[in-house]
């Protein structure tokens, strides 16, 4: 079956660093997209990696693995803005993104 | 990135009644337009698809003759939920891709919350 798997919840400090893991198990895969939601509100897109290794964009990177079927999501610089949900959303070979609850990250002064 | 636009942002109505939500691609024209509900806390699940001037592709357990969808043109989407019962009151958000710009990205509008009394 399809699977993703994020921890449920992670708190971090102001201005720390953060990484929040993704593993996933999908029929086929056509890249893995991050998503960041506030609460209320709808997803918006941070990143998509398709190739193995590294996309870094500002304050915000992302990394792949295909053969470990790993990724992670690196903040920097954290902000009390930063405090949403992340959504780790695999694409399968169908081209439809797989879903999970996400990772709740909340940000402490 | 691009600009997705969802209308009403919020409804409230009876029990039995029709709600049309409305979505458009403001900056782009969206090949693909997808549907989704959303409950609290919970994972986004996908309804249906949907691609312009074709019928809609509605994911297993969900109702087609109940949420109608109708993607009428390149920046327009719409999705009807017709006799709508309490059950029905969720976070319905759509979102849009414009394939032959952006690849596989998916951009979402803020989203419609519906509540059925």
């Known amino acids: 079956g399809q699977n993703i798997d994020q921890p449920t919840e992670m708190t971090a400090t102001e201005g720390a660093i953060v990484q929040i893991n993704c593993t996933y198990q999908t029929s086929g895969f056509n890249g893995l997209f991050w998503y960041q939601q506030h609460a209320g509100e709808a997803p918006t897109f941070l990143s998509y990696?398709?190739l193995d290794g590294l996309e870094e964009k500002g304050r915000f990177s992302s990394f792949l693995s295909r053969s470990k079927g790993y990724s992670y999501l690196l903040l920097k610089e954290l902000q009390m803005k930063d405090s949403a949900s992340y959504l780790c959303a695999p694409m399968d070979s169908n081209y439809q993104l797989i879903w999970g609850a996400g990772t709740k990250l909340i940000i402490k002064p | 990135g691009a600009v997705v636009s969802q209308h009403p942002s919020r409804v409230i109505c009876k029990s039995g009644t029709s709600v049309k939500i409305e979505c458009r691609s403001l900056d782009f024209q969206a090949t693909t337009m997808f549907w989704y509900r959303q409950f609290p806390k919970k994972s986004l699940m996908l309804m249906a698809t949907?691609?312009?001037?074709?019928?809609?592709?509605?994911e297993q357990g969900v109702e087609k003759d109940k949420f109608l969808i109708n993607h009428a043109s390149l920046t327009l989407s719409t999705l009807t939920v017709t006799s709508a019962h309490p059950e029905d009151s969720s976070f319905y958000i759509c979102?849009?891709?414009?394939?032959?710009?952006?690849?596989?990205?998916?951009?979402f509008g803020p989203g419609t919350r519906l509540l059925v009394l």
């Open positions: 990696n398709v």
């Open positions: 949907s691609n312009e001037g074709s019928k809609a592709t509605y």
């Open positions: 979102s849009a891709r414009d394939f032959r710009r952006e690849g596989e990205t998916q951009y």
